[in-house]
C-alpha cells in the first residue's frame, strides 16, 4: 500500500490508522524490517580492539595526516556534531569546497558500501581516501603520509600495541584500519531504539503514526534495516526525475546508463540534525527533503498531517552522541 490520496485527508488517514489497532509495536513485523540497533560494527577482517581503537581515535583527530596540518577528518565530520559539518558541501585543503555533502560518520561502517556512490568497499578502504584527496587533506601520496606519522614519534607504541607482531607497523594500511576500527563503534541510540526494545512510551502516539506512515508509505522499501538506510542503492527520482541532475552518482563509476542518478540510500538515523540533505546538500530542510522524497521516489504529495508524522518520527531516530568514547584524545 502506498500513501493515501492527499484528497481523502487526514481524518481518513487517522482512521486507517486506527483501524490497525494497537500492537504495531516494535517487535512486530515492522521492527523486525528496521532492525535492532548493534553495539559496534564489526569486521572480520579488522578485528577490533581497544588499542586499535585508540589509535584510530586519535588519527581522526589529526590534522597533521592534511598538506598544510590544518584539516582532520573531524573537521568534515564533526562528532560532537552528529558526524557531520552541516554545510551544503565541505571545506577543505586551501578553503577549496568540494561537490559532495558530507555524510555522517555514525553508522557508516554499517553500509553496503561508503560514499555516496558507494565506491568504497568499507570504512577502513575510505579512510584512504580524504587524506589524498587534492581538496579534502591533500596530502601528496602514501609514502607522504606514511613519512609523517613515522616522523611524529609518539606514534611508534600506539601503533605498535595495535599492530603487534609487524616489523614496521605505522603504514598507510594500517592507519586506514585503526580509522576505520574506531568508525566501527560510532552509534548512537535512540529513543526508538527504547521503543523497540520493548519501552511503547518512548515514543508519542503522534510519533509511532510517522512510523506507521514511512512504512505503509513505501519509504521503507528504499530506507530499511537498523540504520533506516544504507543497505541499497536506488535511483534518486525513481519515479519523477530529480530536478538536478548535475551529479549522475553511480553512473560516474560504472558508466552504465542504468546507473544513472543512482545513489547509495543514506541511513536516516540522525536525519534531524545531519542537514542540509542529499548528496549535493542542496535541501535545507529536513520537511522538504521529505516531501521531495514523496513526490520524486513515490509519486505521491503527503497531506501535511502526513509530513509531521513522518518529521516527529524521524527525530526519534536522533541518538546520544558517545560523549566519552569521541573525546577528544591528546595527540602524540
Ligand atoms: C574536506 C572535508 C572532508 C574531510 C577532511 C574528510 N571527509 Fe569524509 N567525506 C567528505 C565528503 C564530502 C564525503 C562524501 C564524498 C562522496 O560521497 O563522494 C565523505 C565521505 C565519508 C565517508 C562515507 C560515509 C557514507 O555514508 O558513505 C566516511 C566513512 C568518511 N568520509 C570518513 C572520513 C575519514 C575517516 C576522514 C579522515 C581520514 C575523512 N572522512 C575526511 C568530506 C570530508
Ligand atoms: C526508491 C527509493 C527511495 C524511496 C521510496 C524513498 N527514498 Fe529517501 N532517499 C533515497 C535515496 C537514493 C536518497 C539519497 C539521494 C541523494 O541525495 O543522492 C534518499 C534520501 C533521503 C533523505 C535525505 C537524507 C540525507 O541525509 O541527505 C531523506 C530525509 C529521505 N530520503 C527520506 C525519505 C522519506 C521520508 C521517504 C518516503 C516519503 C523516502 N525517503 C522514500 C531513496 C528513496
Redesign the pocket.
Known amino acids: 500500500m502506498k500513501f493515501i490520496p492527499a484528497s481523502i485527508g487526514l481524518a481518513a488517514v487517522a482512521a486507517v490508522i486506527l483501524a490497525q489497532g494497537p500492537g504495531h509495536h516494535g517487535m512486530g513485523p515492522h521492527g523486525r524490517m528496521m532492525g535492532t540497533l548493534p553495539a559496534e560494527m564489526a569486521s572480520g577482517a579488522n578485528p577490533l580492539t581497544k588499542a586499535k581503537v585508540d589509535l584510530g581515535r586519535m588519527?581522526?583527530y589529526d590534522p597533521r595526516?592534511?598538506k598544510d596540518r590544518d584539516?582532520?577528518?573531524?573537521?568534515?565530520?564533526d562528532l560532537a556534531n552528529y558526524g557531520v559539518?552541516g554545510k551544503p558541501?565541505?571545506?577543505?585543503?586551501t578553503g577549496q569546497k568540494?561537490?559532495?555533502?558530507?555524510?555522517?560518520?555514525y553508522?557508516?561502517?554499517g553500509?553496503i558500501?561508503?560514499?555516496?556512490?558507494?565506491?568504497?568497499a568499507d570504512?577502513e578502504e575510505?579512510?584512504?581516501?580524504?587524506?589524498l584527496?587534492p581538496?579534502?587533506?591533500a596530502m601528496a601520496s602514501e609514502k607522504e603520509v606514511t613519512e609523517a606519522l613515522r616522523g611524529i614519534p609518539g606514534y611508534a607504541a600506539p601503533f605498535r600495541a595495535a599492530f603487534p607482531g609487524e616489523a614496521q607497523p605505522v603504514t598507510f594500511d594500517n592507519m586506514?584500519k585503526a580509522?576505520?576500527a574506531f568508525?566501527r563503534k560510532l552509534v548512537t541510540p535512540a529513543r526508538w531504539d527504547r521503543f523497540l526494545a520493548g519501552d511503547h512510551a518512548a515514543i508519542t502516539e503522534f510519533e509511532r503514526l510517522g512510523h506507521h506512515e514511512f512504512m505503509h508509505g513505501g519509504c521503507a522499501t528504499c530506507h530499511n534495516g537498523a540504520f533506516v538506510g544504507?543497505r541499497a542503492f536506488q535511483k534518486l527520482g525513481a519515479e519523477k526525475p530529480w530536478p538536478v541532475e548535475t551529479d549522475l552518482g553511480r553512473y560516474g563509476l560504472t558508466k552504465l546508463a542504468s546507473d544513472r542518478m543512482v545513489f547509495?540510500v543514506?541511513?536516516l538515523r540522525n536525519v534531524e540534525k545531519t542537514g542540509p540533505y542529499f548528496?549535493d546538500g542542496g535541501v535545507a530542510t529536513l520537511e522538504e527533503a521529505v516531501r521531495l522524497m514523496a513526490k520524486h521516489q513515490l509519486n505521491t504529495t503527503l497531506v501535511p498531517e502526513q509530513e509531521k508524522m513522518i518529521v516527529a518520527w524521524l527525530k526519534t531516530l536522533t541518538g546520544e552522541i558517545p560523549r566519552d568514547y569521541i573525546k577528544a584524545p591528546k595527540l602524540p
Open positions: 588519527l581522526f595526516l592534511s584539516v582532520s577528518c573531524n573537521s568534515c565530520h559539518d558541501v565541505s571545506t577543505g585543503h568540494g561537490n559532495r555533502n558530507s555524510p555522517t560518520v553508522h557508516a561502517a553500509h558500501a561508503q560514499f555516496w556512490d558507494g565506491r568504497a570504512v575510505q579512510a584512504k581516501g580524504p587524506v584527496n581538496v579534502e587533506m586506514a580509522i576505520g568508525e544504507g547509495k543514506p541511513s548528496h
